[in-house]
């Protein structure tokens, strides 16, 4: 560091440390923890003793420079001796078993995570007996940093992430970049949205000057209202065939795709609505002025007369121009205002849903509004109309009814459909759904999470985050529902429950035979794969089936209670929509696909991936003598995919529990390796969690780490696949598959959008293809 940022570095904290410590100039616990603000009180009580060096209770200016100078500006070995000494809780200089497992546990609670307290006891012996390698019974400053040196990731910048406030903003660099919007990558990358968009705009400069030209005589605003009237012509039409889902859907198995942007429907649907708002107030404003004119030189009509009365005859329906723009303009407004994130992202979706059927209305009054209006409509609203007519037909075609509810962690309602034969659709398509129980006229997009595969049923995984998925959760969630639905079951529903039951119980008797020899934790383990995994097809919980259970550790017991609480069976009538395509139909034409969930964006890639091993499946061969299994890599019309990548980003280990058997079942499709590595490979992260190279975690990531690697399975999730703690980098995860060379690198992402624009923005570095789900 040179001089002036360390100048600089000694100022920002000298005017931190005035903000916390206040007039008495020394910073108390209380004080220190509130700073720091750390979820775990042992963290901070010990941070704040080794700060204290004179142990007076309180940090002083001085003792706080001291510690940070170590800890920011030391070498490796100073933060090292840091570390070793929060650990040693005694002072003895050396770490007994149980000072790392309260260290341990304290990890787990800052980083949120919740483990029973068998897995901790593993985690514990198995860090401790790495590290002590003399077998003393205790572990040494060296030991430890031994055992560091074996994660090298660790120690690339070993601090105290809690700690950020005391480091000084980053000075803006002086030298300015080129901004991505006018780089060569990102003009490849956009290509077919960009030139389409210029047409687009090119359309509307030249019927813009052609009607200007055309109505010279009635003076300059009389010119710039017609302009922007022949310009809201067509982009009052054009919104409509953006969202001729059925239209799209069938464009995207042909050539078109490749030439026009069909997966950015909806951004060319915001862009076209916006363009309608601007051409509308512009031509409002326009005749306005242009009737403030008019008013000045001829005093037959007065201003309002000419805004709100039909007296002036302007129109070609009894006058009715002027009142029916205004309306219209109230109503674009209207629109515009209630479709814009904010409404849509707080749980006002049904605001934004019922504002936007105005747009009926809109039509209606702008034909009635400009004489040639029907001209530009006929067409596409006569293929608007074909598709309601048909989406009514097919979701009124046969009895669709949910037969079986999850509710879910983070509130996520799973819903199991009874599939009609009729019903064909891609891997990723998604469908509107209207459950007439909650409310009989909404409709509501949700993407299917089965496979097509999967003959008999559909998934659909839903997630409360407005007013119709919460009440769509509470209604299964209530008691009274379960006894009425359990009523109307059917004798064929109640056989198959029994037979599954059978099944069931029969893989956790087998479990706990294998596990009698272990502890709760295991068996807990063990049966919990074996009802997650047989859930995953036909989940069963039958509340007088727990008797068999009576062997069972009561950790065992409390889950099937609360697996009963939470899964019934039911009947009740719904209507789906669709299949609607979306752009992860560009999957299988991919040779390596990345595939990105954030929370419940993993709901299209459920279906995929499903999809994927089932075709994985169908290629795999094995050989007669010596049962070495292996996969053909030979490319077909179906899938060119070479290899898939599948990254799933979770804010807290509860919302793994969403997929984990589905994930499960892949990993055990692919046990055996092959010969030009894993055609699938997961990725798991858990944002909550904090990064292997925080000293408050450290520790906990290096056990989680030993112990995966001796049980073969993650702590967290009870996969094989590691979670990793913290946020993706996504400049290395993206070079290392780009060093790969499986072929061209296509990314499918569904999720929050603030994280779609970084992933993008790196996607556009590596040269790939991005597609984000939307609908």
């Given at each position: 560091m040179s001089l002036d940022e360390d100048a600089r570095w000694l100022e920002w904290v000298t005017k931190q440390f005035e903000s916390?410590?206040?007039?008495?100039?020394?910073?108390?616990?209380?004080?220190?923890?509130?700073?720091?603000?750390?979820?775990?009180?042992?963290?901070?009580?010990?941070?704040?003793?080794?700060?204290?060096?004179?142990?007076?209770?309180?940090?002083?200016?001085?003792?706080?420079?001291?510690?940070?100078?170590?800890?920011?500006?030391?070498?490796?070995?100073?933060?090292?001796?840091?570390?070793?000494?929060?650990?040693?809780?005694?002072?003895?200089?050396?770490?007994?078993?149980?000072?790392?497992?309260?260290?341990?546990?304290?990890?787990?609670?800052?980083?949120?995570?919740?483990?029973?307290?068998?897995?901790?006891?593993?985690?514990?012996?198995?860090?401790?007996?790495?590290?002590?390698?003399?077998?003393?019974?205790?572990?040494?400053?060296?030991?430890?940093?031994?055992?560091?040196?074996?994660?090298?990731?660790?120690?690339?910048?070993?601090?105290?992430?809690?700690?950020?406030?005391?480091?000084?903003?980053?000075?803006?660099?002086?030298?300015?970049?080129?901004?991505?919007?006018?780089?060569?990558?990102?003009?490849?990358?956009?290509?077919?949205?960009?030139?389409?968009?210029?047409?687009?705009?090119?359309?509307?400069?030249?019927?813009?000057?052609?009607?200007?030209?055309?109505?010279?005589?009635?003076?300059?605003?009389?010119?710039?209202?017609?302009?922007?009237?022949?310009?809201l012509n067509l982009n009052c039409t054009f919104v409509m065939v953006l969202m001729l889902r059925r239209s799209l859907t069938w464009l995207r198995a042909t050539w078109v795709v490749r030439i026009l942007p069909l997966d950015q429907n909806i951004l060319l649907h915001q862009i076209v609505g916006y363009a309608i708002l601007i051409f509308s107030i512009m031509h409002t404003g326009a005749h306005v002025l242009n009737f403030v004119r008019m008013s000045q030189n001829d005093a037959m009509y007065q201003l309002w007369e000419y805004l709100f009365t039909t007296r002036p005859g302007i129109g070609w329906v009894n006058g009715t121009a002027s009142i029916t723009g205004v309306v219209l303009q109230v109503l674009i407004c209207l629109m515009v205002v209630c479709s814009s994130t904010f409404v849509r992202r707080s749980g006002h979706f049904e605001v934004f849903y019922w504002s936007h059927l105005s747009y009926i209305w809109v039509w209606a009054l702008l034909v009635v509004h400009c004489a040639n209006f029907w001209k530009w409509f006929v067409v596409p609203g006569v293929a608007f109309l074909i598709e309601k007519v048909v989406g009514i037909a097919v979701s009124r075609m046969g009895g669709l009814y949910i037969v079986e509810v999850n509710l879910l962690p983070s509130k996520v309602t799973h819903l199991v459909i009874k599939r009609p034969p009729f019903f064909h659709f891609k891997p990723g398509d998604y469908v509107y759904i209207n459950i007439p129980a909650i409310a009989k006229y909404e409709w509501h997009p949700f993407t299917i999470s089965s496979a097509p595969e999967q003959q008999d049923t559909l998934w659909l995984h839903v997630r409360s985050m407005g007013q119709w998925t919460n009440r769509l959760y509470e209604y299964f969630r209530q008691p009274e529902s379960q006894t009425i639905s359990n009523k109307r079951l059917t004798a064929s529903l109640r056989n198959r429950q029994e037979q599954v039951q059978d099944d069931i119980f029969k893989s956790a008797s087998y479990n706990r035979t294998v596990a009698s020899n272990k502890d709760d934790a295991v068996e807990l383990t063990l049966y919990r794969t074996s009802i997650t995994r047989t859930n995953s097809q036909k989940p069963v919980c039958n509340p007088d089936a727990q008797v068999e259970l009576g062997n069972a550790s009561p950790v065992t017991k409390e889950l099937t209670a609360k697996l009963s609480e939470n899964h019934r069976y039911c009947n009740i009538k719904c209507y789906v929509d669709g299949p609607f395509g979306t752009p992860t139909r560009q999957i299988f034409a991919s040779e390596h696909a990345v595939l990105i969930g954030a929370g419940i964006g993993i709901t299209p890639f459920a279906s995929i991936l499903q999809s994927i091993m089932c075709r994985y499946r169908m290629r795999k061969q094995n050989c007669p003598n010596c049962n070495y299994s292996w996969c053909e890599t030979i490319k077909d019309n179906e899938m060119k995919l070479r290899k898939v990548d599948f990254i799933w980003i979770n804010r807290d280990q509860k919302s793994f529990e969403w997929f984990v058997s589905l994930l499960t079942k892949l990993e055990m499709d692919q046990a055996d390796e092959e010969p030009e590595g894993r055609f699938l490979e997961m990725h798991m992260y858990m944002t909550s969690a904090l990064s292997k190279n925080d000293m408050k975690a450290i520790g906990l990531q290096m056990a989680l780490d030993l112990l995966a690697k001796k049980e073969k399975v993650d702590s967290i999730t009870g996969l094989r696949t590691r979670t990793q703690p913290g946020r993706p980098d996504w400049a290395k995860v993206f070079q290392k598959m780009s060093e790969e060379k499986k072929g061209k690198v296509h990314v499918f992402y569904c999720g929050a959008p603030a994280l779609a624009k970084a992933i993008k923005a790196q996607c556009e570095q590596f040269g790939f293809n991005f597609y984000k789900e939307n609908f």
């Open positions: 916390i410590a206040g007039d008495d100039k020394e910073i108390d616990l209380d004080e220190f923890k509130t700073a720091l603000k750390v979820k775990e009180s042992f963290f901070a009580e010990r941070f704040f003793a080794l700060f204290d060096s004179d142990g007076s209770g309180s940090i002083s200016l001085d003792e706080l420079l001291k510690a940070l100078d170590l800890l920011i500006h030391g070498n490796e070995t100073d933060k090292l001796r840091f570390l070793f000494q929060v650990y040693d809780v005694d002072g003895s200089g050396s770490i007994d078993p149980d000072e790392l497992r309260t260290v341990l546990k304290s990890c787990l609670r800052e980083s949120a995570i919740s483990l029973p307290e068998e897995k901790l006891d593993d985690l514990t012996l198995a860090l401790f007996e790495s590290a002590d390698k003399d077998n003393s019974g205790s572990i040494t400053f060296e030991e430890l940093k031994a055992e560091l040196e074996n994660f090298p990731e660790v120690m690339e910048n070993l601090t105290i992430s809690a700690a950020n406030w005391l480091k000084p903003p980053a000075l803006e660099q002086k030298k300015r970049k080129t901004p991505r919007y006018l780089t060569r990558t990102y003009w490849h990358n956009n290509s077919r949205k960009l030139f389409f968009l210029c047409l687009y705009a090119l359309l509307n400069v030249l019927l813009f000057i052609i009607a200007m030209l055309k109505n010279a005589h009635g003076g300059p605003w009389f010119m710039v209202a017609k302009g922007c009237g022949q310009c």
